[in-house]
């Protein structure tokens, strides 16, 4: 009788089990997903709303997931990218908003953080439904990718045709492959030929990053925020983003080379001496402040503060945006491209508007704490 009871209490539990799993596909299948991060593209939609300070549409909550998915797929190109600067979240009409739109708007780009994070949701989107057209789609994109590659093996992005770090153009790329060569879930419908072509294509950004460390004396620093396809050497972008060795961006290229299992000597030297330099380029005793400004001289209302560098020995360390190659000083830019060494002399619509100061390299250092153990050099 016992035996029975037992076996009657398996079953029951095996029956439950199975009414959960079929409860959860039937919530999957009702598309009421979780929700997708969509840190990586609040760029786009911040520049769409500088250009749109007047929204009279509805828009997407994070939960709506599908919706979102299915916007991607509305707003991609025939090449497999994506326009920059779209409000994602916007429930618009496609067709009339990129007919407004200037031409080269309407163009595919890295820029702006964009087209490798509309693949990974909608690698995600797939991986939850099984719906074959967000599949389709995020292949689509990385065809986009892998036929964009330089043949000096980096990614251009907007305002320069060159190998771009800035708004993580190369490592937001370099990421997703990684991500992809690792085999992260969400990928696992990724086979080969494709698979090859993306660890291929990984290889050759891998080996220019390495190539565009900046050397100063035979001593190997860090990156700018573009370097030439051809000489590999520093080039400016905009009028105020001046030739440098970039702490941000800089960071952003050690925290993906890290990411790299069983890295090279060379990979390894380079991360070593790259993080030699953000410890050497820190800079104490200041912190940034926000201080308020009168309504009448509110320049932006998504910023309406100025910004002033104030003396504290207290303060953590944080580090200039720009340092000039031959001294390692730190310097701004006025919106027009003239040099200046004080925050105060930056136009008060750039020095709001642009991170002259950060605290990039923390989340470099504390990943590099762990890194050392398993492959520092020392």
Request: with cysteine; net charge positive; proline share 4%.
């Amino acid at each position: 009788m016992f035996a029975v009871k037992l076996l009657l209490n398996i079953i029951m539990k095996k029956h439950t089990l199975i009414f959960i799993l079929l409860f959860v596909s039937t919530l999957l299948s009702a598309e009421e997903l979780y929700p997708i991060k969509l840190n990586k593209l609040r760029d786009d939609v911040h520049h769409w709303n500088l250009e749109h300070p007047v929204r009279k549409y509805p828009r997407l909550d994070s939960t709506e997931v599908m919706q979102i998915a299915d916007n991607f797929l509305e707003w991609q190109n025939k090449d497999g990218g994506w326009p920059k600067n779209i409000d994602w979240l916007g429930v618009l009409n496609v067709d009339s908003v990129r007919n407004a739109l200037d031409p080269k708007y309407r163009e595919s780009t890295l820029d702006n953080r964009n087209t490798w994070p509309q693949i990974a949701y909608l690698s995600e989107v797939y991986t939850l439904t099984k719906k074959i057209k967000y599949k389709d789609a995020a292949e689509k994109g990385l065809h986009y990718i892998l036929a964009s590659q330089n043949a000096s093996g980096g990614w251009r992005g907007w305002d320069v045709d060159a190998i771009t770090y800035n708004d993580e153009v190369m490592t937001g790329v370099m990421n997703l492959f990684l991500d992809i060569k690792y085999k992260k879930k969400i990928y696992a419908w990724i086979k080969d030929p494709l698979y090859s072509q993306i660890c291929t294509s990984l290889d050759r950004a891998v080996d220019v990053t390495l190539r565009c460390q900046i050397v100063v004396n035979g001593v190997k620093t860090a990156w700018c925020q573009q370097h030439d396809h051809k000489t590999l050497a520093p080039v400016k972008a905009r009028a105020f983003e001046l030739v440098s060795i970039t702490a941000d961006e800089s960071s952003d290229v050690l925290i993906c080379l890290m990411r790299i299992k069983d890295p090279s000597d060379e990979i390894r030297d380079a991360i070593e001496d790259g993080v030699k330099w953000l410890e050497k380029s820190k800079i104490t005793g200041i912190k940034v402040v926000k201080v308020k400004v009168p309504q009448n001289k509110v320049i932006n209302e998504e910023y309406p503060y100025d910004l002033v560098v104030k003396n504290d020995p207290k303060a953590t360390p944080i580090w200039a945006r720009f340092y000039e190659i031959e001294t390692n000083k730190p310097f701004m830019s006025r919106r027009k491209g003239n040099k200046v060494y004080k925050l105060s002399e930056v136009n008060p619509e750039r020095r709001i508007g642009y991170a002259w100061y950060g605290n990039w390299p923390e989340k470099v250092l504390a990943i590099y704490e762990k890194w050392a153990i398993i492959y520092g050099n020392k």
